[in-house]
């Protein structure tokens, strides 16, 4: 695979933590550098060190290769906007919708394979209050899931871990009121979440719309108005297609810039890790970063 083009040197970083993280690195090691690529390989204890590492081997490596899910790469977001340098990503952990965002393949082997002889692709990334995030950002109904989806509950139930976290969050979920401006309008809106996405995908394989693409320079919105939670499990296909905006209680919303604002201060998920508070401001950070995807007709 590796061919006649010149050594490459990459820093790998592993999340031992992750799903597949501990039984996957090794093999997925031995495949890149099999491939042609020498890695710098670096522990994964917590994200500072992660961003601490990717600062520190930029000067000597031609890309990251991170292996993990979508709270790693989060997590790596603001070093690899600073050093510029490419991302191979190894879909490591639970959800990995970024990694299906992209088009890389859930497979391991062949998840090597876009590493070695993908293309690069520039890609938009979301920001709160300061925090890039890759997939979604959310207020309300997505916390309370957040903290039910322990370590544990990944571990034990894989994706099916979101949805019994989810089932256990609606239990206890109540709606709140918040304000949302965008693009010179306001809405005042009681509500049981806010999600602003920069990507396609989130939460185990839904989409944030249809028609969303993370390098179309945009942010998605949606907020969900019911008034009653049991009508959430009627329309949940269509947030597995991302025609969710149809329905009347979803109020949905595209633009650059967002701004969130609660009564009280909520906390703001990002990819899956709690990182701010309202009032939040969103924008969008058009090709902040490089990623390794197949080629178009693999994708």
Same mark, same amino acid.
């Given at each position: 695979?590796?061919?006649?083009?010149?050594?490459?040197?990459?820093?790998?970083?592993?999340?031992?933590?992750?799903?597949?993280?501990?039984?996957?690195?090794?093999?997925?090691?031995?495949?890149?550098?099999?491939?042609? =690529?020498?890695?710098?390989?670096?522990?994964?204890?917590?994200?500072?060190?992660?961003?601490?590492?990717?600062?520190?081997?930029?000067?000597?490596?031609? &890309?990251?290769?991170?292996? *993990?899910?979508?709270?790693?790469?989060?997590?790596?977001?603001?070093?690899?906007?600073?050093?510029?340098?490419?991302?191979? $990503?190894?879909?490591?952990?639970?959800?990995?919708?970024?990694?299906?965002?992209?088009?890389?393949?859930?497979?391991?082997?062949?998840?090597?394979?876009?590493?070695?002889?993908?293309?690069?692709?520039?890609? +938009?990334? /979301?920001?709160?209050?300061?925090?890039? @995030?890759?997939?979604?950002?959310? =207020?309300?109904?997505?916390?309370?899931?957040?903290?039910?989806?322990?370590?544990?509950? %990944?571990?034990?139930?894989?994706?099916?871990?979101?949805? $019994?976290?989810?089932?256990?969050?609606?239990? %206890?979920?109540?709606?709140?009121?918040?304000? =949302?401006?965008? +693009? *010179?309008?306001?809405?005042?809106?009681?509500?049981?979440?806010?999600?602003?996405?920069?990507?396609?995908?989130?939460?185990?394989? &839904?989409?944030?719309?249809?028609?969303?693409?993370?390098?179309?320079?945009?942010?998605?919105? @949606?907020?969900?108005?019911?008034? *009653?939670?049991? %009508?959430?499990? &009627? =329309?949940?296909?269509?947030?597995?297609?991302?025609?969710?905006?149809?329905?009347?209680?979803?109020?949905?919303?595209?633009?650059?810039?967002?701004?969130?604002?609660?009564?009280?201060?909520?906390?703001?998920?990002? +990819?899956?890790?709690?990182?701010?508070?309202?009032?939040?401001?969103?924008?969008?950070?058009? /090709?902040?970063?490089?990623?390794?995807?197949?080629?178009?007709?693999?994708?």
């Amino acid at each position: 695979m590796a061919g006649s083009r010149p050594a490459r040197r990459a820093l790998f970083v592993a999340n031992g933590k992750s799903r597949r993280g501990a039984e996957g690195a090794d093999a997925a090691a031995a495949a890149l550098e099999q491939g042609g =690529i020498r890695l710098v390989r670096e522990p994964c204890s917590d994200a500072e060190s992660l961003r601490a590492a990717i600062r520190r081997e930029a000067g000597s490596v031609d &890309m990251v290769i991170l292996g *993990g899910g979508d709270g790693t790469m989060n997590s790596a977001a603001p070093a690899l906007i600073e050093t510029g340098l490419p991302l191979g $990503l190894l879909p490591l952990g639970t959800a990995n919708d970024l990694a299906r965002t992209l088009g890389i393949p859930l497979d391991l082997e062949a998840a090597v394979r876009v590493v070695l002889d993908g293309q690069p692709r520039r890609i +938009d990334l /979301g920001e709160v209050n300061g925090h890039p @995030y890759f997939n979604v950002a959310s =207020i309300g109904l997505s916390v309370a899931v957040t903290r039910e989806l322990t370590g544990e509950v %990944k571990r034990r139930w894989g994706r099916l871990g979101y949805a $019994l976290a989810t089932c256990r969050a609606l239990w %206890k979920m109540r709606p709140f009121r918040a304000e =949302i401006r965008h +693009d *010179g309008v306001s809405h005042r809106v009681r509500t049981l979440q806010v999600a602003v996405g920069n990507g396609h995908y989130y939460g185990g394989g &839904m989409a944030i719309d249809e028609a969303a693409a993370i390098d179309d320079g945009r942010l998605n919105l @949606y907020s969900l108005e019911f008034e *009653g939670i049991w %009508k959430l499990a &009627m =329309i949940y296909p269509a947030f597995r297609s991302g025609r969710h905006g149809l329905r009347q209680e979803v109020r949905t919303a595209s633009s650059e810039e967002v701004e969130i604002r609660t009564r009280r201060p909520r906390p703001v998920n990002t +990819d899956g890790e709690l990182t701010t508070r309202t009032p939040a401001r969103f924008r969008v950070l058009p /090709g902040a970063v490089t990623v390794l995807v197949p080629p178009p007709a693999e994708a």
